[in-house]
């Protein structure tokens, strides 16, 4: 199964962009990467998640290495709002039934 | 209003007892999952299920057992609760498969005493 690896922790001054890498090196042509956040253990949230190409929303940016290994986040204007534990996940696709595999989560920490 | 509900939100519990958490979905979403989350750790998922009928394990599935026998509901049952089950549980539901968005329950609180 494709697995993911993040930065434990990161910090990222107000205003400014937060950009948070996730590993997935074994991750298989067929399966999207997706981005959620969780602030002080609420249910998770969605972000973003693509396949490919990079994508944008109203919420962030998702950058894609060409050979799909790799992968950053980018919260342009980053808020203390933001302060959260960040999730880059790879959806494994079965037979019939699939499931997502969290990876350990990058704790981001936006300050003043 | 439509979404994804979870009951109950917390819930004390003694060892050996049963417990039922349950999970409702507005969407008709063929999906469903059951995470837990222990303090300090990421998501752990424990069972899944396809479609009403189809259930699959996780990666921590012992202790609990999981049914489907309408879409929109996917109950978690804890035949006899142990302490180590002490944990926020997430009910997550999608539609289809890779590309489509998963959104998560605002968790069940359980401990077990």
């Known amino acids: 199964d494709a697995k993911t690896t993040q930065p434990p922790s990161m910090d990222c001054a107000e205003g400014r962009a937060a950009n948070l890498p996730c590993n997935h090196s074994?991750?298989?042509?067929?399966?999207?990467v997706y981005w959620y956040r969780q602030i002080h253990s609420q249910g998770p949230q969605y972000i973003i998640h693509?396949?490919?190409n990079n994508e944008t929303n109203e919420m962030a940016s998702l950058i894609i290495t060409e050979d799909r290994k790799s992968s950053t986040l980018i919260l342009p204007h980053a808020t203390l709002r933001d302060t959260a534990v960040y999730y880059c996940?790879?959806?494994?696709?079965?037979?019939?039934?699939?499931?997502?595999?969290f990876g350990t989560g990058t704790r981001l920490q936006v300050f003043p | 209003d439509a979404g994804i509900t979870q009951s109950p939100r917390y819930k004390i519990t003694e060892t050996g007892r049963q417990v039922t958490l349950m999970c409702h979905q507005t969407?008709?979403?063929?999906?469903m999952f059951w995470y837990r989350q222990d303090l300090g750790h990421g998501l752990r998922l424990i069972y899944y299920?396809?479609?009403?009928?189809?259930?699959d394990k996780g990666e921590v599935p012992d202790g609990y057992v999981v049914s489907r026998s309408k879409t929109e509901n996917f109950p978690l049952t804890l035949e006899s609760a142990t302490r180590s089950q002490t944990s926020v549980y997430f009910c997550a539901s999608s539609d289809d498969r890779s590309g489509n968005t998963i959104y998560f329950g605002e968790g069940s609180w359980l401990t077990v005493v």
């Open positions: 996940i790879v959806r494994v696709a079965g037979e019939d039934t699939d499931k997502l595999i």
């Open positions: 074994t991750i298989s042509g067929n399966e999207y």
């Open positions: 299920s396809a479609a009403a009928d189809i259930t």
């Open positions: 969407w008709s979403h063929s999906y």
């Open positions: 693509g396949l490919k």
